[in-house]
């Protein structure tokens, strides 16, 4: 436990040190060094934004030719480049579709988004699916053919099902634990490759 705790103090004075928001910062880090998912002059849109690391990070890889939108229910209070814009407001109250006639399509959806916990797992639980399931229905609404999705999720009984679903709509779909994630917590990131827009028309069409 006391391993895991110094590790974790790391990469907190790192992302200090580094000028980053949070320490979270690491795990995007990670995961685009792993994946390639962030390529300059990109449009990015990043679900639960605050407090503002993964902004930071996404920005310096897209570069000033990219354009990032983030989302959240506060505005980071850090300094964000002139090409990140943030929309304030619950992921499970706004339209994507409005967003898309606000913004246009994305090629990377990123979402770290966590629920305020309660000490109920199963409340935790729920509320946790609800906002992965919201960040696959948004990138459903607003990604570009062959975007990709990076989604966290803990795991729970509806995660299998889930990551079905997302698999449905990508060519290609991996789960990730990126070593700034404590290995205690339940949390695993979903990486998406490939964005198939055929899947939507095909459930338009089955749903008449």
């Not at 910062?25 to 998912?37: A, G, P, Q, T, W």
Request: glycine share 8%; proline share 5%.
């Amino acid at each position: 436990m006391g391993h895991q705790r110094r590790e974790q103090d790391h990469y907190g004075h790192r992302a200090k040190k580094e000028k980053y928001a949070a320490r979270s910062v690491y795990k995007l880090s990670e995961i685009n060094d792993r994946f390639k998912i962030l390529q300059p002059g990109q449009r990015v849109l990043d679900l639960g934004c605050y407090p503002g690391s993964w902004l930071q990070f996404a920005s310096e890889v897209v570069g000033k030719r990219g354009v990032l939108t983030g989302v959240d229910l506060q505005t980071p209070k850090i300094e964000l480049p002139h090409q990140v814009r943030v929309i304030v407001g619950d992921v499970l109250e706004l339209s994507p579709k409005e967003i898309l006639l606000e913004i246009g399509p994305v090629d990377v959806v990123l979402s770290d988004m966590a629920p305020s916990t309660s000490g109920v797992r199963i409340v935790d639980q729920l509320r946790a699916h609800l906002l992965s399931q919201a960040a696959w229905f948004w990138s459903k609404a607003l990604l570009a053919e062959d975007g990709c999705l990076v989604v966290k999720i803990f795991q729970g009984p509806d995660t299998p099902e889930l990551i079905k679903e997302i698999r449905t709509g990508f060519k290609k779909v991996r789960t990730f634990k990126p070593k700034g994630s404590r290995k205690e917590s339940m949390e695993t990131y979903v990486i998406a490759q490939g964005r198939t827009p055929e899947a939507d028309e095909d459930e338009e069409e089955m749903g008449g």
